[in-house]
Nanobody
Framework: QVQLVESGGGLVQPGGSLRLSCTTSGFTFSAYSMYWVRQAPGKGLEWVSN???????YYSDSVKGRFTVSRDNAKDTLYLQMDNLKPDDTAIYYC????????RGPGTQVSVSA
């Protein structure tokens, strides 16, 4: 069955960096666009970034220039490099298969605070 597991979250100070990973199994990873979405406390799900099968990359305005999405098809793994983190980036981060609302993992908590 489809499985996705996010990791790499944590507590970081404003201006810091984190690298999230999403390991996947149960489907042909290289055949799907992959998404990062997040949910801040008390808010709905927000699209953050996605990367197409052809490695085209897209970002929300709130993270553009600070976050970098990538994928390793040999490892069936999705990444999100997050730099210059801000308190507003505090959220649970999920990776999703195929669309922002697609199957996703349990998430990883990112907290940005001084």
């Amino acid at each position: 069955q489809v499985q996705l597991v996010e990791s790499g979250g944590g507590l970081v100070q404003p201006g810091g960096s984190l690298r999230l990973s999403c390991t996947t199994s149960g489907f042909t990873f290289s055949a799907y666009s992959m998404y990062w979405v997040r949910q801040a406390p008390g808010k709905g799900l927000e699209w953050v970034s996605n990367i197409s099968v052809m490695q085209n990359k897209y970002y929300s305005d709130s993270v553009k220039g600070r976050f970098t999405v990538s994928r390793d098809n040999a490892k069936d793994t999705l990444y999100l490099q997050m730099d210059n983190l801000k308190p507003d980036d505090t959220a649970i981060y999920y990776c999703a298969k195929g669309s922002p609302g697609g199957p996703r993992g349990p998430g990883t908590q990112v907290s940005v605070s001084a």
